[in-house]
């Protein structure tokens, strides 16, 4: 019925392509619409940014991508500091490389 069009930048089939999209245009938000983080609240958007990263993470770790991994769960744990689980994830990946 409908023709899709395929293109190069075309992620729509990627999970962890949209979510990284996603936490990209939530962390440029402040800079281009500084207007509605006071609406939405600074705490929420961070919140949001750090829950992204923690299942960009997952999906990474699942794909065997431990780098990767490593790199989206410190930055989760970056930002929910007193997050338990983002924290310990980020321990767990940095003491399986020290191993």
């Not at 509605?36 to 750090?50: L, S, T």
Request: net charge positive.
């Amino acid at each position: 019925m409908f023709h899709y069009r395929w293109h190069t930048t075309n992620n729509s089939g990627d999970r962890i392509g949209t979510r990284e999209d996603i936490a990209r245009v939530l962390e440029r938000l402040p800079s281009v619409a500084p207007t509605v983080v006071p609406a939405i609240g600074a705490r929420r958007i961070r919140d949001q940014i750090a829950r992204h990263h923690f299942r960009i993470g997952l999906a990474r770790l699942a794909r065997n991508e431990r780098g990767a991994a490593r790199q989206a769960f410190a930055r989760a744990a970056s930002l929910r500091p007193l997050h338990l689980r983002y924290q310990w994830m980020a321990l767990r990946m940095r003491l399986r490389t020290a191993t």
